[in-house]
C-alpha cells in the first residue's frame, strides 16, 4: 500500500498486517530471506512524504505486489498511540531477535532519564517493522534504530538553505523569511539533539547513511529510481 492509510481503513489495515506478521513469525525465523526496508533521514524542509511515496509506489509496481508500506510520523504515532500495539508488534518477530533488541538497547540506551523509556516504545515498534521488511521508515530516529539488521538501505535528505526556506515557506504558509530561516535552525538542532540524546548518534556523519540526495536537484521519482537501482545492486530485491 503505497498511498497514505486512511483514518477509517487504519485499524482494519493494523488488524490484518498483525495477521500476516504472525503467520510469517516462523518463516523469518527458519529462512535467511532479503526482508528489505528503507530508512528515510532528512534535513528540516527536505519534505520527505512525496518522495517516499514514490519510491513505495515504484516498487510495488516493481514487484506486482501493495507490500512496500510508507511509515511516517503520523503513521507511528497512531500505531503507538490510539493502538497501543507496539508490544504486539515485538511479539511478531522471533524470540531471538527480540532478544537481540532488548540487548541493543541495554547497550545504547544505559545510563540514561525515565524519557528513555519512552524512546524504547518508539524503537521497538520501529525496528520491529524493519524486521518484517517492506518498510520505507521516515525519520524518527530509525536510521540507528535500525542498526545491524542487514537488509537495510539508509538514505538521506539534503537541500541548500534556501531551498528549504522556499519550501518550509510553501508548505506552512509563512510569509516571511526570517521566521522560515528560524523555524529550520530550530528544527534541525530539536532533531539532532532527539538522536544526541538518547544514542550519541551524529546524524551530520555522510557516512551514516548509504546514499545521500540534494532533493533540490531531483524529481520524487528521480529518486525513487535510483533507490530501486541501490535496492537491486545490493540483492535486496
Known sequence: MSNPIKESTLERWIQNQMKVWEA?????????????????????????????QAIARSLNDLQRSDKWITYDKNLINKIEEQYNISEKIVETIDTKKREEMSELWRTMLSDLPPQAAVFQKLANTIRSLAIHGNAILVGRGSVIITKGLRFGLHVRFVAPLQYRIQKVMEIQKIKDRLTAEKLIEEKDKQRHEFMTQYIKFDAYDPASYDLTFNVAQFTPDQIASIVIAALKARKLI
Open 24 to 52: 510469517e513469525k516462523k518463516v523469518i525465523e527458519k529462512e535467511d530471506v532479503p526482508r528489505p526496508f528503507i530508512t528515510i533521514s532528512r534535513q528540516y524542509g527536505c519534505f520527505a512524504n512525496d518522495i517516499a
